[in-house]
């Protein structure tokens, strides 16, 4: 009913229903929903207006500019966060520019989220106001299907709802962290450990997770054993630091010099090689456990899998645009070329709670909001040491 | 006493260049020594003799008319077990070899790594095996015996390099020889007991095809009643997949880019369902639908639609030999994914095989030629004319 309240324009009504009738189908959606649509319209028709700041895309540029909208009343499941701080994730880049699929704009990017709770609904017993909490790549699941029932709700077999650019179960597209607050349901929270910094949490509710799952998923947390780590940005050097705290032997695979004292002296990595320089590479075939690919680029894949030992495990993370391979680096030596993106909220949990007991930190630079298209044209050229923060609370008012 | 070599003559057919097109060729074995020796001793074998009482009867006997004698010593190797081939099963790897595609074939090329036979010599420590025993021999026929992989009878991953059965550089340096050839000698640990009463020219194509999709089946724990299984081709390795897809109690689905498999898939192989690979629609209705998929296709084809066909958590094994593998990193992320590959395996797996096989009558659909039809067998495997494995009567043929 708030919806009809907030319509003032008889021009737009008549607007609405002429496209509702006209049996209008967004693509890129799970099904049409006139209540998405019709929320939509309104949204637009009440551009700037609402109770929450934001900062969105509005077009395929991925240019971010100061909006408001409306978040939903907080119901008896949920959590309602002030947000304090907001990771930059290349998805948030990717997403903005549609070059992940469809984008539905204005779209407010953003999912490693931190706050504090400011509400929450009756039947919310783990979280209370003043908590330290984190949201990450998803809002919303079935809660029905045995990925769900595993706490996989990231494999949901109905389609997890993304935080942003998702379409949510009451029809609205859920919109990001780089807002000032979020309407989460209970489920999908995170407790952040006692003492922990909420600014360096943040990057852990999408890199962290997307790098800390498969590594547990594919045993690395074996002391003893070799780990090389392809890339060195907000994935990689979480990736380095799990791998140290794992007792692992960590080998840092770049394309460039200039990360070779951090990725040894700072991040606490074992080796460092050049990948362009063949002599390295062919020194390392058969010479580690686990390979774990952050890169974003396009890169061959052959030569790290020579360098895998027989029954070696390579993990992709990163989002090249294709991978290719000989056929002879699967078939010859038992080994095992898999992916993986982010993880269920089981395990995000355990993960929170493996980096305040064992001070596992981000290393991140903090940045206002207004900073953040600067921040996305750094991020796509690698500038970056090694995950961009926005101080949502300090800038966003 | 004088010596003299002798050569043990093993009759084969041979590749003699890139063309691939195989001829008779006759070669060497390991090589047999012949003493001739003159003694009061009327011995006329030595078959039943051991060096000790030669030495006591030469000495002590000193009497008599003199006669001359030979002593044949075969120099069969303490470990060795001498075969007698008596089928040999056709595998793309034949082909690929004798053409020289990799690059490394060492010609004269005798092909044939799907060998099976009849036990006529062993060496002094053969423990396993006696004459007369049913025997088979698979890709490789030595290896270091040191390493951690041989260790634990995975031979194959041996970190000096199993030698293969044919085209493989031996430990003597020689280049090995394959099976379509009269007879092998071969270290015992690689050789593979054939059950009693399994026919042994079903049990050829197991000893690579059948092998080969064993193994990561067993791997990658396929081997769960209920469970689905998506079969991609239907050669020698496709249809023992889907044989042992349904021992396994697994749901198999053919994918198949011909639709005059179909009928054999589901009333010969038992498969439960036949996809055709172009037919969109088809496709699309098994999305997210197969826990596991095995891709034995040899020719090249794309690998997202299939991936996009496994559930979450969902298993990818190659075992067949394209050209390139690519594929769209989003079939990996989403769902985590899993795409592995195997080839042939060690010892171990082998036997238990084998032995599985004739436990649940699992037998290899073949199609018998006698050695002299070879080169257009190999023509037909090519094409992909064949039900399902060409299996050489070398026993009947080669002479």
Same mark, same amino acid.
Request: with cysteine.
């Given at each position: ?397 | ?216 089946? =067993? ?161 037909? =495997? ?18």
């Amino acid at each position: 009913m708030a919806l009809f309240t907030d319509c003032s324009s008889l021009p737009v009504l008549l607007g609405i229903f002429s496209l509702l009738q006209a049996s209008f189908r967004f693509p890129g959606l799970v099904e049409f929903n006139p209540v998405a649509l019709l929320t939509e319209n309104l949204e637009m028709a009440s551009d700037n207006s609402g109770n929450c700041l934001a900062w969105a895309a509005r077009d395929k540029s991925g240019f971010l500019s100061p909006y408001t909208f409306n978040r939903r009343a907080v119901g008896k499941d949920d959590v309602s966060l002030k947000i304090t701080h907001c990771g930059i994730c290349y998805a948030d880049v990717a997403f903005s520019r549609e070059k992940f699929g469809k984008a539905i704009y204005p779209l407010v990017p953003g999912h490693e989220i931190v706050g504090t709770v400011q509400e929450v609904g009756s039947e919310v017993q783990r979280f209370k106001v003043g908590d330290h909490v984190g949201v990450g790549t998803y809002v919303n699941s079935c809660r029905d299907c045995e990925y769900c029932n595993d706490e996989l709700e990231i494999h949901c077999s109905n389609g997890v709802v993304s935080t942003f650019n998702g379409l949510d179960v009451d029809g609205t597209m859920t919109k990001g962290g780089y807002s000032s607050f979020i309407v989460v349901h209970k489920r999908y929270c995170y407790k952040i450990p006692e003492g922990y910094p909420l600014s360096l949490a943040a990057p852990l509710l999408c890199a962290g997770i997307t790098v800390y799952t498969p590594m547990i998923r594919h045993k690395m947390n074996r002391p003893g054993k070799s780990l090389g780590v392809v890339g060195l940005g907000g994935l990689g050097h979480l990736a380095v630091k799990f791998g140290k705290a794992f007792g692992l032997n960590v080998t840092v695979f770049s394309t460039s010099m200039s990360k070779k004292e951090e990725a040894l002296d700072l991040l606490g990595a074992d080796n460092f090689v050049v990948s362009s320089d063949d002599e390295q590479m062919k020194a390392l075939e058969k010479s580690l456990d686990f390979i774990i690919d952050t890169a974003s680029g396009d890169h061959p894949f052959d030569p790290y899998m020579s360098i895998l030992k027989t029954a070696g495990t390579l993990v992709l993370v990163g989002a090249p645009s294709e991978i290719k391979l000989s056929p002879l680096n699967l078939l010859l030596g038992m080994k095992t070329l898999t992916g993986s993106a982010t993880g269920g909220t089981k395990q995000t949990q355990e993960m929170l709670d493996f980096c305040g007991a064992h001070k596992i930190y981000p290393e991140v630079e903090v940045i206002p909001i207004q900073y953040a298209n600067e921040a996305f044209e750094r991020l796509i050229s690698k500038d970056v040491k090694y995950r961009f923060v926005i101080d949502i609370e300090n800038s966003l008012g | 006493m004088s010596s003299e070599s002798v050569k043990d003559d093993c009759l084969a057919w041979a590749a003699r260049d890139p063309s691939g097109v195989l001829s008779p060729y006759k070669f060497s074995r390991r090589y047999a020594l012949r003493f001739s020796l003159e003694s009061w001793v009327p011995f006329r074998s030595l078959y039943a003799m051991n060096w000790l009482c030669l030495c006591i009867s030469f000495f002590l006997c000193n009497r008599g008319p003199k006669v001359t004698w030979e002593v044949l010593f075969r120099a069969l190797g303490k470990d060795d077990v001498s075969l007698k081939i008596t089928h040999c099963g056709i595998c793309y790897a034949d082909v690929v070899m004798s053409k020289n595609k990799y690059g490394d074939s060492r010609y004269p090329l005798v092909p044939g790594h799907e060998i099976a036979g009849i036990v006529k010599e062993v060496g002094s420590c053969v423990s396993n095996f006696k004459v007369g025993d049913h025997v088979g021999v698979g890709t490789y026929v030595d290896s270091c015996r040191e390493c951690e992989h041989c260790n634990d009878r995975d031979e194959i991953s041996c970190e000096k390099g199993a030698i293969f059965t044919f085209n493989g550089i031996d430990t003597d340096g020689s280049i090995t020889k394959g099976g379509y050839s009269s007879h092998i000698v071969v270290h015992e640990s690689y050789c593979f007991r054939i059950p009693d009463g399994y026919p042994l020219a079903s049990a050829a194509p197991l000893l690579c095809a059948g092998i080969t999709v064993y193994n990561p089946m =067993m791997r990658h724990k396929m081997n769960q009643p209920g469970k689905s299984l998506g079969v991609i081709g239907l050669g020698g390795l496709g249809h023992m997949a889907v044989k042992f897809g349904k021992a396994f109690g697994l749901k198999v689905t053919v994918l198949s880019t011909s639709i005059s498999k179909k009928e054999e898939a589901l009333c010969v192989l038992g498969a439960d369902n036949f996809v055709i690979t172009s037919d969109q629609e088809q496709m699309k209705a098994l999305h997210k639908s197969l826990d596991f998929i095995i891709d034995t296709a040899s020719g090249d084809h794309p690998f997202d639609p299939y991936m996009s066909l496994l559930k979450t958590a969902g298993v990818f094994v190659l075992v067949g030999f394209p050209s390139e593998v690519k594929f769209s990193p989003a079939s990996l992320n989403i769902g985590m994914k899993t795409v592995s590959g195997s080839v042939t395996g060690g010892t171990r797996v082998t036997q238990e095989m084998l032995d599985f096989c004739a436990a649940n009558k699992i037998y290899p659909k073949i199609e018998v030629i006698p050695i002299q039809y070879v080169n257009e067998a190999l023509e037909r =495997m090519i094409k992909n004319d064949v039900k399902y494995r060409f299996v050489i009567d070398i026993e009947s043929s080669l002479k």
